[in-house]
């Protein structure tokens, strides 16, 4: 059984870079052919496909967030890691790792989710 779990800070100031780190425990990140996304939820909003790293370490992000947001790695622990700089109250969100077997951007569905980790943005 595939699980992820969600790590980071739950507070952060304005013009900060979130890292948040997702632990991935029953199957390795670099399994053929699986991909890694970071999905994120305002309070009264919809999900939002942040980005995903792939099982060969190639990343893929959405257009909307290209210039703020770099995804990483480390594949000795099985962590992917999502970095979201020049962050602001409007990026307060629950933030979910999931992983999806394709390679449409944005996913159309994930097999399986974090619990999620609920992040805020405030001076």
């Known amino acids: 059984q595939v699980q992820l779990q969600e790590s980071g800070p739950g507070l952060m100031k304005p013009s900060q870079t979130l890292s948040l780190t997702c632990t991935v425990s029953g199957g390795s990140i670099t399994t053929n052919y699986y991909y890694w996304s970071w999905i994120r939820q305002p309070p009264g909003k919809g999900l939002e496909w942040m980005g995903a790293?792939?099982?060969?370490?190639?990343?893929y992000y959405s257009p909307s967030l290209k210039s703020r947001t770099s995804i990483s790695r480390d594949t000795s622990k099985n962590q992917f890691t999502l970095h979201l700089s020049s962050v602001t109250p409007e990026d307060t969100a629950a933030y979910y790792c999931?992983?999806?077997?394709?390679?449409?951007?944005?996913?159309?569905?994930?097999?399986?989710w974090g619990q999620g980790t609920q992040v805020t943005v405030s001076s």
């Open positions: 790293i792939a099982f060969s370490g190639s990343t």
């Open positions: 999931a992983r999806t077997g394709g390679h449409t951007w944005p996913p159309r569905r994930y097999e399986y």
